[in-house]
């Protein structure tokens, strides 16, 4: 195989194919025959081997999980502390519901794995699509690294709960053995789910979404929210082929067919009446219809278990291993389609469009009020930076006693090797750093730079193209220039002003384009980075501050880019700009040069000089320095000779020489000088003849009218988020509604399950909510931390766009799905103003639970984080809502909890309006705890618990109140 392959290959490409194989040994000649260059076994070692390395480094995301796990397990064991082993049914319902908590807990806490193992997915598709291993290696690798991941988790967990809630200890502890593989089994089983759902999906927010809609459905049909005999016929497979009621039933059956529940059933007992063939807790299990043997209450569903975790990782051999999720890119030849008309235009017509006839235009076409420009000299004299670093006693300098300055009309190019401190200069100049000491004066035209002010006329353009997706490009620059030109610009000359931008940086063509996924179906790279510029550019700014402008771009997209900030420089701006080994072409585009070593010191700054011959006569005069030849490039001689990259020592000490060269000591006058320069002395603290006004560059009803418009304009491009959760709330109002149809309560299952639906409902309305806004507002984050950066308006205006954009989404979606499920569950049916009441506190709930998401998105450091602790919190709000367990069961050091609940509001409210009976009028006026009292009183009685009225049930064991609803 491999010699028809040489054979077939023809000039240099034979010669190179050749020459190995004949010098190579035996097997390394077949190299072509194989399709993986490893064997079978060596690529599931090294595969693994990689694996649980990753895993263990992952000690951010391993702690995160240990600690939410160790604090669930604390809580719940606390909250049900030492449950007492009686045969009443109000303490055999809590054991019913640790188990219910436990299976809920494990399955919840496998979503969290989901963006971790998309972010794997990538890099596994790149070197698979490669062939550097087979997709049964990475899965083995990746189901082996979760056992023991698992395993101390459960470590962790199930003894907290089982020990501190006083479950069963009979037969010498050994139920505490097999709780600890039931619930070992249905996490491993739901992490394995997750990842055949991340495998499926494309994003992680359909991913997450699928995970928590199955898992939710699981829930449903576990046999704790509604009871099996209570379940439709058209469900009923579903409660079978649950994974989680097989996991419910096992934990629930390993408690109560335990030696504990032994005693044999009285007709004292409630619950045992019919059924003296049984003992307690078989009578129990018969309320809710669970099995009331050993095998089939525990070793059938283990089995099963195992049966669905081995179906599983089958499925996710298959996805991984046929299923391919490529980014969509635009090839370079697209993009030169795309971008043809531009190109065909000649060069030369390009350069002669000048930015400065933009303020004439202007002013023009308004003569009352124009955009006004003042030109600005930035000088930096002595400035150190130095942070500290942990574990070290001093503190790390990064930048030595750099001086210099940047005039109006000069491009100033800030270079040098990686870690010499380009970046680092250009934030510090531009007030980026916010950590660190900053040492030294900054000076705009003489006087020290104040940062509100001075973000107002700067602009600051990072090498990170970060943008709004969902708005246009034109509507990009209309943001930026309303919220930071000058409050005096008119409507027409803001308008004027961002057409003539759109024309300088070659974007009118592609105005009304939405921004998109950069590089991904939306903006190129090249057009990403002009709306950049074009961004700060709208606001008119003095001084402009570009990070690697070019970085990542062709050399046709940077011709364009180095010409349209060559126009801004011509317009009299002061640019300073980091760029990294630029080629010839661009680098004589720059007129000064700041070339700094490692360790932030100066090694030369002055003028570049035509066909940078300045530049070149001062390294040529230094002595040993050898000279730069006609074909090469200077940039990169410089670079080379200052001991810049791999394998390049500095000829000498250049930083010294400059110190002590004629042309520093021209330079440190000059800067001296700056400080008295009364060309630019306007005024202490202020800018130009007109002074700007510290604060934003609009009133604030104009920023907050603006920064909301945006958002909602945002929410309503935003299909998959914002109508897609409005299906989402269909989809599972039909299944709930569809699922307790109709549901009579007359007899204590069916009571359970009435409630059932309302916690389910309540909880997923608000848990799905939160949990696909998260990733919304991270990706935002950013864009808004850029935004505040340039001082664009207050951060109370973008919680706020965020809040009001939300509303109507959230009144729609919980409107849809009360008048679905709840309608189709009998619930809150009897008027129109009890349906209203019902809808209105489900609504304030969802609202509550999604801001506080909002809120978690913005406080923690990513989305994964946020997404680990919501859950944390949802249940323990979930737990001491008065559900789970009674009011009056709660241990009084965790009252506190109910009390600050919103989820216990929530659910007592609609409880209360569920299973109201009006007693104050007839014919139930009259009503007792009696059974036979007020025989004609239509509210619903309780069979099996002696025909008492369903409203007492639940007023006593709930504590409700329908005046306080």
């Given at each position: 195989m491999a010699s028809e392959k040489v054979q077939q290959a023809v000039g240099n490409i034979r010669l190179?194919?050749?020459r190995p194989l004949e010098q190579a040994p035996p097997e390394t000649a077949n190299i072509f025959d194989n399709e993986y260059v490893q064997d079978g076994y060596t690529s599931i070692k090294v595969v693994m081997r990689r694996q649980f390395t990753l895993t263990l480094r992952s000690k951010s995301f391993l702690y995160a999980r240990m600690i939410q796990l160790a604090i669930l397990g604390i809580f719940t064991g606390t909250l049900f502390y030492q449950v007492p082993t009686t045969s009443d049914r109000a303490d055999m319902d809590l054991r019913k519901s640790l188990a219910f908590l436990a299976a809920m807990t494990l399955s919840l806490n496998s979503i969290s794995q989901i963006p971790v193992q998309l972010d794997e997915r990538t890099v596994f598709e790149k070197q698979y699509s490669a062939r550097f291993f087979r997709p049964y290696a990475y899965l083995l690798a990746c189901t082996l690294s979760q056992i023991p991941l698992t395993l101390v988790e459960m470590v962790i967990?199930?003894?907290?709960?089982?020990?501190?809630?006083?479950?069963?200890?009979?037969?010498?502890?050994?139920?505490?053995?097999?709780?600890?593989?039931?619930?070992?089994?249905?996490?491993?089983?739901?992490?394995?789910?997750?990842?055949?759902?991340?495998?499926?999906?494309?994003?992680?927010?359909?991913?997450?979404?699928?995970?928590?809609?199955?898992?939710?459905?699981?829930?449903?049909?576990?046999?704790?929210?509604?009871?099996?005999?209570?379940?439709?016929?058209?469900?009923?497979?579903?409660?079978?082929?649950?994974?989680?009621?097989?996991?419910?039933?096992?934990?629930?059956?390993?408690?109560?067919?335990?030696?504990?529940?032994?005693?044999?059933?009285?007709?004292?007992?409630?619950?045992?009446?019919?059924?003296?063939?049984?003992?307690?807790?078989?009578?129990?299990?018969a309320i809710y219809d669970f099995p009331t043997t050993t095998l089939r209450g525990y070793w059938v569903p283990v089995l099963v278990l195992f049966f669905y975790y081995w179906v599983l990782s089958c499925c996710c051999f298959w996805t991984v291993a046929n299923v391919r999720h490529e980014e969509v890119k635009l090839p370079s030849i697209a993009r030169l389609l795309r971008n043809q008309t531009a190109i065909s235009k000649p060069l030369e017509g390009k350069t002669k469009f000048r930015f400065s006839r933009i303020f004439k235009s202007v002013q023009n076409a308004n003569n009352d009020v124009g955009i006004k420009f003042e030109p600005a000299m930035l000088s930096f004299h002595q400035i150190v930076y130095e942070i500290k670093i942990p574990g070290i006693k001093d503190p790390r300098v990064l930048l030595s006693n750099v001086s210099g300055f940047s005039k109006p009309g000069t491009m100033t190019a800030l270079m040098g090797s990686s870690g010499a401190g380009k970046t680092t200069l250009l934030d510090v100049l531009a007030g980026r750093k916010t950590t660190g000491r900053i040492l030294g004066d900054i000076l705009a035209n003489g006087y020290p730079k104040e940062q509100e002010t001075f973000a107002r006329i700067t602009g600051y353009v990072e090498q990170n193209d970060i943008h709004t997706p969902f708005i246009t490009v034109r509507e990009s620059f209309q943001f930026s220039g309303s919220l930071r030109l000058p409050r005096g610009t008119s409507a027409g000359a803001r308008q004027k002003?961002?057409?003539?931008?759109?024309?300088?940086?070659?974007?009118?063509?592609?105005?009304?384009?939405?921004?998109?996924?950069?590089?991904?179906?939306?903006?190129?790279?090249?057009?990403?980075?002009?709306?950049?510029?074009?961004?700060?550019?709208?606001?008119?700014?003095?001084?402009?501050?570009?990070?690697?402008?070019?970085?990542?771009?062709?050399?046709?997209?940077?011709?364009?880019?180095?010409?349209?900030i060559t126009n801004i420089v011509e317009s009299g701006r002061s640019v300073i700009c980091t760029i990294h080994q630029p080629s010839?072409?661009?680098?004589?585009?720059?007129?000064?040069?700041?070339?700094?070593?490692?360790?932030?010191?100066?090694?030369?700054?002055?003028?570049?000089?035509?066909?940078?011959?300045?530049?070149?006569?001062?390294?040529?005069?230094?002595?040993?320095?050898?000279?730069?030849?006609?074909?090469?490039?200077?940039?990169?001689?410089?670079?080379?000779?200052?001991?810049?990259?791999?394998?390049?020592?500095?000829?000498?000490?250049?930083?010294?020489?400059?110190q002590q060269s004629s042309l520093a000591q021209q330079y440190r006058i000059f800067i001296k000088n700056l400080k008295e320069l009364e060309t630019y002395k306007f005024g202490r603290g202020k800018f130009g003849l007109e002074p700007i006004i510290k604060g934003y560059g609009a009133t604030y009803w104009q920023l907050c009218k603006i920064v909301t418009v945006r958002q909602f304009r945002t929410y309503w491009r935003n299909i998959s988020y914002s109508f897609g959760r409005m299906m989402l709330m269909i989809v599972l109002g039909l299944i709930l509604g569809t699922t307790y149809y109709q549901i009579k309560y007359d007899n204590i299952a069916g009571m359970s399950s009435r409630m059932g639906l309302i916690y389910?409902?309540?909880?997923?309305?608000?848990?799905?909510?939160?949990?696909?806004?998260?990733?919304?507002?991270?990706?935002?984050?950013?864009?808004?931390?850029?935004?505040?950066?340039?001082?664009?308006?207050?951060?109370?205006?973008?919680?706020?766009?965020?809040?009001?954009?939300?509303?109507?989404?959230?009144?729609?979606?919980?409107?849809?799905?009360?008048?679905?499920?709840?309608?189709?569950?009998?619930?809150?049916?009897?008027?129109?103003?009890?349906?209203?009441?019902?809808?209105?506190?489900?609504?304030?709930?969802?609202?509550?639970?999604?801001?506080?998401?909002?809120?978690?998105?913005?406080?923690?450091?990513?989305?994964?984080?946020?997404?680990?602790?919501?859950?944390?919190?949802?249940?323990?709000?979930?737990?001491?809502?008065?559900?789970?367990?009674?009011?009056?069961?709660i241990p009084s050091f965790w009252m506190w909890l109910y009390w600050i609940n919103p989820t216990q509001f929530t659910l007592n409210s609609l409880a209360a309006i569920a299973f109201h009976c009006d007693l104050d009028n007839p014919p139930c006026d009259t009503c007792t705890l009696l059974p036979t009292s007020c025989p004609e009183c239509p509210c619903v009685r309780v069979q099996d618990q002696d025909n008492m009225l369903a409203w007492y049930i639940m007023k006593d064991s709930m504590s409700l109140d329908y005046t306080k609803r």
């Open positions: 190179q194919l050749e967990y199930t003894p907290l709960v089982y020990f501190l809630t006083g479950l069963t200890l009979a037969n010498n502890g050994a139920h505490y053995i097999t709780y600890a593989i039931a619930a070992f089994l249905c996490a491993n089983t739901f992490a394995m789910f997750t990842r055949f759902a991340a495998s499926l999906c494309h994003t992680k927010e359909s991913a997450s979404g699928i995970s928590g809609l199955c898992i939710t459905f699981f829930l449903l049909f576990s046999g704790f929210l509604i009871a099996k005999n209570k379940v439709p016929d058209w469900w009923i497979w579903v409660y079978y082929i649950s994974p989680l009621q097989w996991a419910i039933t096992a934990l629930i059956c390993n408690e109560f067919l335990s030696d504990t529940y032994s005693q044999p059933c009285n007709n004292s007992i409630t619950y045992c009446r019919g059924r003296s063939d049984m003992n307690i807790g078989q009578a129990y299990l002003f961002i057409e003539e931008v759109l024309k300088l940086l070659e974007l009118n063509e592609i105005e009304d384009k939405i921004v998109g996924a950069i590089g991904d179906g939306g903006l190129s790279v090249e057009e990403a980075k002009r709306l950049t510029i074009g961004v700060e550019l709208v606001a008119n700014p003095s001084i402009l501050f570009l990070d690697e402008p070019t970085s990542g771009l062709d050399s046709r997209a940077a011709q364009v880019v180095m010409r349209s010839r072409r661009l680098f004589f585009c720059f007129s000064h040069l700041m070339l700094l070593k490692r360790g932030g010191e100066i090694a030369y700054f002055g003028p570049i000089g035509e066909q940078a011959r300045d530049l070149l006569e001062y390294f040529h005069s230094r002595p040993g320095v050898s000279e730069c030849s006609a074909d090469q490039n200077p940039a990169s001689y410089m670079l080379e000779i200052i001991g810049a990259g791999i394998g390049h020592t500095a000829e000498r000490d250049f930083a010294r020489d400059y389910i409902g309540v909880i997923m309305v608000g848990l799905t909510n939160a949990n696909n806004v998260i990733p919304q507002v991270n990706a935002e984050r950013v864009v808004y931390y850029r935004e505040r950066a340039s001082n664009m308006y207050p951060v109370l205006f973008y919680s706020m766009s965020w809040t009001l954009a939300e509303i109507p989404y959230l009144c729609i979606s919980s409107l849809l799905f009360c008048s679905i499920c709840f309608s189709l569950g009998g619930v809150a049916t009897d008027s129109a103003k009890i349906s209203f009441e019902f809808w209105i506190i489900l609504c304030e709930y969802t609202a509550c639970i999604t801001f506080f998401g909002i809120f978690l998105a913005m406080m923690t450091p990513n989305a994964q984080v946020a997404t680990l602790i919501i859950p944390v919190v949802v249940n323990i709000w979930n737990m001491t809502s008065g559900f789970m367990i009674p009011k009056k069961k």
